[in-house]
């Protein structure tokens, strides 16, 4: 194992104590428990958002934490759920009296530790609501899941909803957005070398010099199958048919797309991915209305790539557009 550490143990730490200190503009680091935390917060009368999970998966959720976007984010080591009492504290961090949205991938640890959390919150007076990302078409269970995991569309709900509630939106009506992104979107990757959590030292699964893995989870765990590694075209046609039939898309569709790297994958492969998905999708007369390509939702050191498709109306759009100033996402600020 070859990577930029200290002590392994040490990694998620320091590595946060950077990021805390590169963007001191938008946000703080809070250790005690950990979370990130918007510079600002609370911001009085907006509905705050927050999400989180295992670290390993950079920019998400610490990079979007910002202006437009999250008010916290609860990072927990690598590719282990955050506990309740980080949620709980950074609840009440980003309270600025009118509720607070979790947004929550579909893993048992995330969901179980999230409703702690907001039992906590609203026994001390917080109003609390949960939307629950369950967006990943490959497999039903997984190792870390009952159902589907929650995946890609969990960036584009964060975005929408972080939005919604600095337009002055509701709880209520900011989760039901949050919901409806939930309905509307779809994901699938593959993986082209495993990953490696630098406290096991060694990569968490082996493949063949010319296998691929389809449908593979975030943490390494298994997709639907191995497979012969393919051309591009191959691979994303894999892919695309499988999230377009799940839903399903129809021809008319207006749809926000991401092709999200795994973190090992260079830019010249993702946007030649994403080339292959303009293409396939202006074959179905699904249009892209939005998109973004590069790292958003990762694997540590995992080489491959991950499509999501949001099928998007003009509310959704418009709050797409809408400003947002974070670490990893910015525009319109």
């Given amino acids: 194992m070859k990577k930029l550490i200290n002590d392994p143990q040490d990694a998620m730490r320091e590595s946060l104590a950077g990021f805390g200190e590169a963007h001191s503009d938008i946000l703080k680091v809070n250790f005690d428990p950990v979370y990130v935390v918007r510079a600002d917060a609370p911001v009085a009368g907006k509905v705050g958002i927050i999400s989180g999970g295992g670290s390993g998966h950079e920019p998400m959720h610490g990079g979007f934490v910002g202006q437009g976007m999250l008010d916290a984010a609860c990072p927990g080591q690598v590719f282990t759920s955050p506990s309740p009492d980080q949620m709980e504290a950074a609840t009440a961090a980003v309270n600025g009296g009118a509720g607070v949205l979790h947004i929550v991938k579909n893993y048992t640890g995330d969901v179980m530790n999230f409703e702690m959390a907001a039992e906590l919150c609203q026994a001390g007076g917080i109003q609390v609501e949960a939307v629950v990302i369950n967006d990943d078409v490959a497999v039903k269970d997984s190792l870390y899941t009952a159902g589907r995991r929650g995946v890609g569309t969990t960036v584009l709900a964060e975005k929408i909803c972080g939005a919604a509630a600095a337009r002055g939106y509701d709880l209520g009506r900011v989760a039901a957005l949050g919901r409806k992104v939930n309905d509307n979107g779809r994901s699938m990757g593959m993986a082209l070398t495993s990953c490696t959590v630098p406290a096991a030292g060694k990569p968490t699964f082996e493949l063949g010099e010319g296998e691929i893995e389809m449908g593979i989870g975030i943490h390494g765990e298994p997709g639907r199958q191995r497979m012969p590694l393919m051309p591009a075209k ?14 399903p898309f129809r021809a008319g569709d207006r749809v926000i797309a991401m092709v999200s790297g795994m973190g090992g994958t260079p830019p010249l492969e993702l946007y030649l991915m994403y080339r292959e998905l303009e293409l396939i999708l ?5 249009a892209i209305q939005r998109r973004l390509v590069g790292n958003y939702i990762t694997s540590l050191d995992m080489a491959g790539c991950a499509i999501t498709l949001l099928r998007a109306d003009d509310e959704l759009l418009s709050l797409w557009d809408d400003p947002v100033r974070t670490p990893a996402l910015r525009w319109g600020v």
Avoid: C, F, G
């Fill in 234 to 247: 191959d691979l994303a046609a894999h892919m695309t048919d499988a999230i377009v039939a799940d839903l």
């Fill in 282 to 286: 202006r074959a179905r007369q699904i």
